[in-house]
């Protein structure tokens, strides 16, 4: 068998090298009856009781039903019973527990809500079955998936496979983390204001922020223009074919957009694409090194025979303050407040913070005030990126942070030192406010923290095949391996 990535060769069977097979590779092994799903899954399940007690990264295991369904799947590929393989046939897949599984807990990470069970799949749970997807695991997420770090007096702390000193991000931390440990092929993520693209950059992974109802979603939540769920894998390959599942329209959201788009599988060279290089994105405080992974990336770009040119942003601080105050404060943030009127001893401090944060933020920004600021930056983008095919730049603005560091204060402090402030050491939520632009973060480097960073490619309005034929080039002139994190745990 031969491997994705350079260095995975599964050849032997060992748990940790099959933990670490694409989608793609895995789906191509099973059609040769070269791996069974059954296989793949008791490789799985092995590496999950090696990693979870230092990642951390599920909340429910679901491993007898998944290797129920594995042999189901193992049947399909044997062609018993006059049943075909579907799209992602015997693929074990995390999925974060705010996607709602029926009969089982829906609590997203609150005490609050302990107890609660799901009355219904969430539509991305439906497209996963639907798809022959096996639901192994349940990933986690900082309560209510406020957060860009991944904890709660639920479940505890999760920690970052390539350094369990640092976060893997929030809010679909959990996802991310199970990736980058070999515990998933895929894993499912969602993204307000970065939820999905902030953990894929700090564990190495591939995620995609969908444009503003790609996908569809569930509940009242639908109706805010910066969410979107969407899929997350260790390969652009893997990405597309999840997303494919994923997309398309669901008579339970309203927004959701049919038909549905099915992305290419392959692309044309991506030689004469011209490409905006924006480094800080009007205002933000970008570390070096994240700054020279970034522009490694391009450079590698450029060498592939794309135009890349570097530009600015006109875009502040203030605008995009205003635009996040409004928005959240109205929608997102007054939801939490509701809990917290009548839970607030049960709550996080953090989520008891960002509740207080979000009644004060109501009464320095209206809605109208966020619409505005947002009309603005949108414009700025749309004017910066004419005469382009896509932009890219910095995912986050700096490697990372602890673990446990609940960014209460002004600076984010990294091995004793402030680096940025708390506010904008992610650089995703612009794309959260041009919230119709497809944004696909994939692997721009290593760090000196021992964790990934990323870069997002960020494309025009709902041209998302674009941002997929550059990651897929990106991809094959900067090759990614996992050796080092897969090695850690073995």
Request: aromatic residues 6%.
């Amino acid at each position: 068998m031969s491997a994705t990535h350079p260095g995975t060769d599964p050849t032997n069977g060992a748990d940790d090298e099959l933990g670490y097979l694409s989608a793609t590779e895995a789906l191509r092994l099973f059609t040769s009856r070269a791996l069974s799903p059954v296989e793949l899954m008791r490789a799985i399940v092995e590496r999950t009781e090696k990693t979870e007690p230092h990642v951390n990264a599920f909340t429910e295991r679901l491993f007898d039903e998944a290797l129920a369904q594995a042999r189901h799947a193992e049947d399909r590929y044997l062609g018993k019973n006059g049943l075909e393989p579907r799209p992602l046939e015997g693929i074990p897949v995390a999925a974060k527990e705010k996607h709602a599984i029926l009969g089982r807990s829906l609590t997203e990470g609150s005490l609050a809500h302990e107890g609660n069970v799901a009355t219904e799949n969430h539509p991305v749970v439906d497209r996963i079955l639907d798809a022959g997807g096996i639901i192994h695991a349940r990933t986690t997420t900082p309560e209510f998936s406020i957060a860009t770090y991944t904890q709660s007096r639920m479940w505890g702390v999760t920690r970052n496979p390539w350094n369990p000193d640092f976060t893997p991000g929030g809010s679909s931390g959990g996802s991310g983390a199970s990736l980058a440990a070999g515990t998933s092929l895929l894993a499912s993520a969602s993204d307000i204001g970065g939820s999905t693209r902030i953990p894929a950059a700090f564990t190495g992974t591939v995620g995609f922020k969908a444009p503003y109802g790609r996908n569809p979603g569930l509940g009242v939540l639908t109706a805010d223009h910066y969410r979107g769920d969407g899929p997350m894998g260790r390969t652009v390959d893997d990405v597309i074919a999840f997303q494919n599942v994923l997309a398309g329209p669901d008579p339970r959201d309203h927004t959701s957009i049919g038909p549905k788009l099915t992305l290419p599988t392959a692309y044309e060279d991506v030689a004469g694409l011209r490409v905006a290089l924006c480094l800080r994105l009007g205002e933000y405080d970008v570390h070096p090194e994240v700054e020279a992974n970034t522009r490694a990336a391009a450079q590698a770009l450029a060498d592939a025979g794309v135009h890349v040119e570097e530009i600015t942003l006109p875009w502040t601080h203030l605008d995009l303050l205003t635009a996040i105050a409004g928005h959240f404060s109205t929608i997102f943030g007054a939801i939490v407040e509701e809990t917290a009127e009548h839970h607030r001893d049960l709550l996080s401090s953090y989520t008891v913070a960002f509740a207080d944060l979000m009644k004060y933020a109501r009464t320095q920004a209206s809605y109208l005030d966020a619409l505005r600021a947002e009309h603005r930056l949108q414009r700025q983008l749309a004017t910066a990126m004419t005469g382009f095919d896509a932009l890219v730049c910095p995912t986050t603005a700096i490697p990372g942070w602890h673990a446990e560091d609940d960014l209460a204060g002004d600076k984010v402090v990294v091995h004793g030192e402030e680096t940025v402030d708390t506010l904008w050491c992610a650089m995703t939520n612009p794309f959260n406010v041009n919230n119709r632009c497809p944004v696909l973060n994939v692997p721009s480097g290593m760090s000196g923290w021992g964790v990934p960073t990323g870069l997002q490619i960020v494309g025009h309005p709902y041209d998302d095949p674009t941002v997929f034929r550059l990651g897929k080039a990106l991809e094959a002139v900067r090759p990614w391996s996992y050796d080092a994190v897969r090695s850690r745990f073995s």
